[in-house]
């Protein structure tokens, strides 16, 4: 079974320019998960996908960061405009239902200069 | 006061030794509670699940939790070299319908040979 996969690995943007991030869950997952670890700080939540629904995106930290999951598959994390303090490592979760354990992606590097 | 705190360690034990790694929570009502373990560099990779009060033993691995002192812990006997890496707990903190991992900022193990 195929694990999450994340993409790109790292992306150098400048401030103000738009990045596309993709995440691949492992095959079966509905529930997909956003995280983010910014320097020398614990990873924190960022959305919870259900399928194509958003079930929760409390964590979002401002309107700059859209996130979509068309057909439930795949879904992406686009940042418009990015900012300094957006460079971090951005994680993807993925689990079979909402009480089960979540799998990691292997992350994008995301710096912005 | 942190939702998940853990020591930052760094936790220095000699090959062979047992490793003990400590995590403590804040909400008395979260229900689900993940080890998780980090390499320099790569994704978190779960290495333990607990849900109900008491030990949980998969190898080389026992986790311990205790909901009534808000408790969990992670014991790695015959400690391996292999085994250094960061550690990290993660919590479901329970909110409504929110399952997103709250992290403490991880335990950074060494094992010397």
């Known amino acids: 079974e195929a694990g999450v996969t994340q993409f790109p690995s790292h992306s150098v943007i400048e401030k103000g320019q738009t990045v596309t991030l993709r995440c691949d869950p492992i095959?079966?997952?509905?529930?997909l998960y956003w995280y983010r670890r910014v320097m020398g700080k614990e990873i924190k939540f960022l959305l919870h996908f259900v399928k194509e629904s958003k079930q929760d995106e409390s964590g979002m930290p401002n309107n700059r960061f859209l996130a979509e999951r068309t057909g439930g598959t795949y879904s992406t994390l686009k940042v418009q405009p990015a900012e300094l303090e957006d460079s971090g490592v951005y994680f993807c979760?993925?689990?079979?239902?909402?009480?089960?354990?979540?799998?990691f992606g292997p992350g994008t590097r995301l710096t912005v200069l | 006061q942190k939702e998940v705190e853990q020591n930052s360690g760094p936790l220095s034990v000699p090959e062979g030794a047992i490793a003990s790694l400590n995590c403590t929570y804040s909400?008395?009502?979260?229900?689900?509670f993940f080890w998780y373990r980090q390499y320099s560099g790569k994704s978190p990779e779960l290495i333990m699940s607990?849900?109900?009060?008491g030990d949980k033993e998969d190898g080389r691995f026992t986790a311990q939790l205790n909901k009534a002192s808000q408790y969990v812990s992670l014991l790695i006997r015959d400690s391996q070299p292999s085994d250094s890496a960061t550690y990290l707990c993660a919590v479901v903190i329970s909110s409504g319908s929110a399952r997103q991992l709250t992290f403490g900022s991880g335990t950074q193990l060494t094992v010397l040979p």
């Open positions: 909400d008395r009502g979260s229900q689900s």
């Open positions: 095959s079966g997952h509905d529930n």
């Open positions: 979760a993925s689990s079979r239902d909402t009480y089960n354990e979540q799998f």
């Open positions: 607990i849900y109900s009060n």
